[in-house]
Structures are given as structure tokens and as C-alpha cells.
């Protein structure tokens, strides 16, 4: 069954410093997403991405935060300067058509620690 | 707020019996999905009922959806000891397409 990936799976930071994490969505899928999981706490949605375009971002995503499709596969997520507060497992999801439509399909998370 | 909350936040029950969660949020939704998490790890997705549905199976899961109360559950039958994980409920707003909207989780515990 085809699934969403992400590498890598933890990723240990000193603050300041940038990282990207990696993600590959379903391969005849459309739409791509991140959210992040604050230790303890609820799902919160970054942004989302259709056409190579961002198609909606949330508060959380300011100019520290940056997506790209660097090519057929692969859906990054870039934080330039980390911050403590960036600590969290970031998700990455994909769906066929939009999410008002069908659904949202997850992969396993990178645990991100910035000390 | 777009959150909505889940209750209970924490539900322990025995092996074979119900369990019973409850979603609400507060906006228009085009669908609801419920996912499992296994502790520290990724989101499963369990089930998607749309808002012109009131009821869905899927094995041993039974979600349903009230519009007009904006809330929604899922029962899960004869639950084993591999049932333990934390439960979400996500909503697409029907004014946005490209996001789920999170519950607070309800945390299950099943006891062997």
C-alpha cells in the first residue's frame, strides 16, 4: 500500500541553525501538507501546497518557514534559524484532490530537537 | 477558536468492551476524519464521513455525525489491547480546502 515517508525520522539541532526535513507524498497524489505536534499537544497545521504553489499557510509558518518541490518526489520543509520553540514532530501529509474532498494521508513524522 | 475539543480526554476501559469518543467544532465542514496515534508516532487514518453522511462503518469502528450539534463519535466495538493509542478528530472547514483542522485527542487505554 503506498505511503507518505519522511527523512529523517529524528533530527537533533543547535538553535540558530537551519534544517530541512524531507518528505515523499503518494506518488499520484496532488496536494501536500505539513503540521507540527508540539510534545503533549494538538496537531496544528503549517501550510499547504498545490501546483507549486503554497495554497493556504497558518500563523505559525512566518518567514523562518519555507516549503519546496524540488523535483517529482520530494516535499521539503526548510526552517532557516531554529528557535527552542521549533522543538516538535512535524508531519507531512498528501491527499489525491483537496481535503474538503477525500483524505489526508500522513507519514510517520520527524521528531525535530533544537537545544 | 477553529479548535474544536474531544472528550473524554482520557478514556481506560477493559478488553472486549466499548469505547465511545466524542468530537465537536465550531465551524462548517465539508468532512471529518478520525485518526489513530500510536504514542510518539504518526497519524493513521481511520475513517472520512462527509457532511451530507449521519452514519459510517469500517470493521469495527462506527463514527457518526450530527451537523446541526456540530459533533461527531467513534465507537470502537470489542476493543482489544492493540486499540491503546490516542484518537483524533480533524475537520475540513467548508471556507478552506487545503486543511485539517485538529481536535484535543482522547487518550485510550484498553485494558487486557
Known amino acids: 500500500e503506498p505511503e507518505v515517508t519522511q527523512t529523517p525520522s529524528h533530527q537533533v539541532t543547535q538553535m540558530g541553525q537551519e534544517v530541512i526535513l524531507r518528505c515523499v507524498p503518494i506518488?499520484?497524489?496532488?496536494?501536500f501538507y505539513w503540521y507540527r505536534q508540539i510534545l503533549g499537544q494538538k496537531v496544528e497545521f503549517l501550510v499547504s501546497?498545490?501546483?507549486?504553489?503554497?495554497?493556504?499557510k497558518s500563523e505559525i509558518f512566518d518567514d523562518q518557514f519555507s516549503v519546496e518541490r524540488p523535483d517529482g518526489s520530494n516535499f521539503t520543509l526548510k526552517i532557516r534559524s531554529t528557535k527552542l520553540e521549533d522543538s516538535a514532530m512535524y508531519f507531512c501529509?498528501?491527499?489525491?484532490?483537496?481535503?474538503?474532498?477525500?483524505?489526508?494521508?500522513f507519514g510517520p513524522g520527524t521528531r525535530l530537537t533544537v537545544l | 477558536s477553529q479548535q474544536g475539543e474531544e472528550d473524554p480526554q482520557a478514556l481506560s476501559i477493559q478488553e472486549g468492551e466499548n469505547a465511545t469518543m466524542n468530537c465537536s467544532y465550531k465551524t462548517s465542514i465539508n468532512n471529518l476524519q478520525w485518526y489513530r496515534q500510536n504514542s510518539g508516532r504518526g497519524l493513521v487514518h481511520l475513517i472520512l464521513i462527509r457532511s451530507n453522511e449521519r452514519e459510517k462503518h469500517s470493521g469495527r469502528l462506527r463514527v457518526t455525525l450530527d451537523t446541526s450539534k456540530k459533533s461527531s463519535s467513534l465507537l470502537i466495538t470489542a476493543s482489544r489491547a492493540a486499540d491503546t493509542a490516542s484518537y483524533f478528530c480533524?475537520?475540513?472547514?467548508?471556507?478552506?480546502?487545503?486543511?485539517?483542522?485538529f481536535g484535543s485527542g482522547t487518550r485510550l487505554l484498553v485494558r487486557p
Open positions: 506518488s499520484n497524489h496532488l496536494y
Open positions: 480533524a475537520w475540513a472547514e467548508r471556507d478552506s480546502s487545503y486543511k485539517l483542522i
Open positions: 501529509a498528501s491527499s489525491d484532490i483537496g481535503v474538503a474532498y477525500n483524505e489526508q494521508f
Open positions: 501546497f498545490y501546483n507549486n504553489e503554497i495554497s493556504e
